[in-house]
T-cell receptor, first 116, second 111 residues
Framework: GAVVSQHPSWVICKSGTSVKIECRSLDFQATTMFWYRQFPKQSLMLMATSNEGSKATYEQGVEKDKFLINHASLTLSTLTVTSAHPEDSSFYIC????????????FGPGTRLTVT | EDQVTQSPEALRLQEGESSSLNCSYTVSGLRGLFWYRQDPGKGPEFLFTLYSAGEEKEKERLKATLTKKESFLHITAPKPEDSATYLCAFQGSGNTGKLIFGQGTTLQVKP
């Protein structure tokens, strides 16, 4: 149980284009989803917290207009990187927290974004 | 300020050589201390949650313990397949559900 998927697993796009990444909780309803980015040999950095049906809460320093987050249902959240630039190249990981009392978060496999 | 520090940054062990990873934290109102394993190019894999000082949990060769200031991940007789980065994270008393991650310990187990 508690499986989270991401799609795509990797994507290459040209500078200036937009890319959408999907995060799905497969066997539970996620009340909250989180988006992280991870640079090589660094830990996870939280970008935003997403609750179903409401606006995402972004961490300080994360551009809301650049990283659009939509949490349209209890099993799906999307992250759209708009007007991507090479510095946006990174490993993006989502996690989902279910309606459990244990505060546990389950992570997706990650999406490798390369902007050329 | 809430923060978590992991040590060592990197650890090399021979197969069968037991050791411990440390995660020290300063947080007001701990709701949970989490351990994850991350393999290169993959998302973190959940290992343990600890909620209160004195709590211990085990899974195969891994054992996690928690005190009021730190958590340890003990690895007994490790195998090469235990090589990975081990991350600890905590959730504070706020209701956001945010996890604060340490920098991780990269473990390499040589046969």
């Amino acid at each position: 149980g508690a499986v989270v998927s991401q799609h795509p697993s990797w994507v290459i796009c040209k500078s200036g284009t937009s890319v959408k990444i999907e995060c799905r909780s497969l066997d539970f309803q996620a009340t909250t989803m989180f988006w992280y980015r991870q640079f090589p040999k660094q830990s996870l950095m939280l970008m935003a917290t997403s609750n179903e049906g409401s606006k995402a809460t972004y961490e300080q320093g994360v551009e809301k207009d650049k990283f659009l987050i939509n949490h349209a249902s209890l099993t799906l959240s999307t992250l759209t990187v708009t007007s991507a630039h090479p510095e946006d190249s990174s490993f993006y990981i989502c996690s989902a927290r279910g309606p459990f009392d244990n505060y546990e978060q389950y992570f997706g496999p990650g999406t490798r974004l390369t902007v050329t | 300020e809430d923060q978590v520090t992991q040590s060592p940054e990197a650890l090399r062990l021979q197969e069968g050589e037991s050791s411990s990873l440390n995660c020290s934290y300063t947080v007001s109102g701990l709701r949970g201390l989490f351990w994850y394993r991350q393999d290169p190019g993959k998302g973190p894999e959940f290992l343990f949650t600890l909620y209160s000082a004195g709590e211990e949990k085990e899974k195969e060769r891994l054992k996690a313990t928690l005190t009021k200031k730190e958590s340890f991940l003990h690895i007994t007789a490790p195998k090469p397949e235990d090589s990975a980065t081990y991350l600890c994270a905590f959730q504070g008393s706020g209701n956001t559900g945010k996890l604060i991650f340490g920098q991780g310990t990269t473990l390499q187990v040589k046969p």
